[in-house]
């Protein structure tokens, strides 16, 4: 997983995790096509029935802020979402994100480019965001990380760690 592409989905500021994922679902769904369903529902009611495998969001600053609720990363996941990428990060939605194999990238020069709805392309090698406005560089992500989120979350990841050393 060296390049993402997709379509972007374009939101604001402070987004937070009930608004990502609406909290009166949290101890009541397990299944992940429900969970998915879900998604962003209060704040863009057709993401989740449109969303394709590979779509990025784009967001303000502060995404994911509020509750530590993982389901605000995992409904991302099980959507198919290739990457986050905001202008910054609370710091819980960022860990949960990582964990759970969900792509965050922090590049507020490429969020302020990024035009709703246009195709864009992550090059993870390169630590470029494409797009039409654009190329843009952000920071590098560790191996670690990298590793983490190929893996799809830090449970398989570490797993997988454990299988090769046994």
């Known amino acids: 997983m060296t390049i993402i592409s997709g379509r972007t989905w374009t939101y604001g500021d402070n987004v937070n995790t009930d608004v990502i994922f609406p909290g009166k679902y949290t101890y009541t769904l397990t299944e992940r096509a429900e969970i998915a369903r879900h998604a962003l529902e209060d704040l863009d009611p057709t993401f989740a029935a449109v969303v394709q495998p590979g779509d990025v969001i784009v967001a303000g600053r502060n995404w994911g802020c509020g509750s530590s609720r993982e389901q605000a990363a995992t409904c991302l996941v099980f959507n198919g979402v290739g990457a986050v990428v905001a202008a910054s990060f609370s710091r819980i939605f960022y860990r949960n994100a990582l964990n759970n194999g969900l792509l965050a990238i922090v590049c507020p020069a ?7 709805q246009e195709t864009i392309t992550i090059d993870l090698a390169r630590n470029e965001i494409v797009c039409k406005g654009g190329v843009f560089a952000f ?3 560790s191996a670690s990380v990298l590793g ?5 979350g830090l449970v398989p990841y570490v797993k997988r760690k454990v299988a090769a050393t046994s």
């Open 110 to 116: 490429a969020v302020a480019a990024i035009a709703p």
């Open 139 to 141: 920071p590098p992500l």
């Open 148 to 152: 983490i989120v190929e893996a799809g």
